[in-house]
């Protein structure tokens, strides 16, 4: 089963914009709905983003995503310190597979 | 409160069998969709296995196809994950999650997670 291709790190100063990359293919991305996690240390994940860009109850509007054909990205705006966690994107599979991808580690600087 | 509790993990021998739980409250637990998600030590997030509300459908990954059960029982509010012929790269902590999506709104619930730990 593929994996989701993201970039291993990301980093950005308190207040700025960072995006997040997740590469897929035409059997998962480009044909179905792309979820976004944020694990924070020691933590388990929590879902930031679902159906590509909504935002379940309670998460901020710093918090956004769109997709794009086979691909999808994850934007934080107003970056902030509680913002520096482990973000994963993930999508199902034509193969009925859910996929996630490898992990970006965001760093507040 | 909502809440998921795993438990059932622990130290197993290569070739052995463990049974996961994962006990729901807080939620309405027959109205939503439940994964088993695990993550090896250091490493990212690797689903596991699926299973519908009603328990209809079930989906698994090709690593634990043949190997692993997923199971649920709506009345007693639990899910289940029957791990059998365990191997070392089977190391990792096992999070039991929720997800529902109706009427436009989406709820998604993660347990803590259970160690479970393959090694002779």
């Known amino acids: 089963q593929s994996v989701l291709t993201q970039p291993p790190s990301a980093s950005g100063t308190p207040g700025q914009r960072v995006t997040i990359s997740c590469s897929g293919s035409s059997s998962n991305i480009g044909s179905n709905y792309v979820y976004w996690y944020q694990q924070l240390p020691g933590t388990a994940p929590k879902l930031l983003i679902y159906r590509n860009n909504q935002r379940p109850s309670g998460v901020p509007d710093r918090f956004s995503g769109s997709k794009s054909g086979t691909s999808a990205s994850l934007a934080i705006s107003g970056l902030r310190s509680e913002d520096e966690a482990d973000y994963y994107c993930?999508?199902?599979?034509?193969?009925?597979?859910?996929?996630f991808g490898t992990g970006t580690k965001v760093t507040v600087l | 409160e909502v809440q998921l509790v795993e438990s059932g993990g622990g130290l197993v021998q290569p070739g052995g069998s463990l049974r996961l739980s994962c006990a729901a409250s807080g939620f309405t637990f027959s109205n939503y969709e439940m994964n088993w998600v695990r993550q090896a030590p250091g490493k990212g997030l690797e689903w596991v296995s699926y299973i519908s509300s009603s328990g209809s459908a079930i989906y698994y990954a090709d690593s634990v196809k043949g190997r692993f059960t997923i199971s649920r029982d709506n009345a007693k509010n639990s899910l289940y994950l029957q791990m059998n012929s365990l191997r070392a790269e089977d190391t990792a902590v096992y999070y039991c999650a929720s997800y529902y999506y109706g009427s436009g709104r989406c709820f998604d619930y993660w347990g803590q997670g259970t160690l479970v730990t393959v090694s002779s």
């Open positions: 993930a999508a199902w599979d034509d193969s009925l597979s859910k996929v």
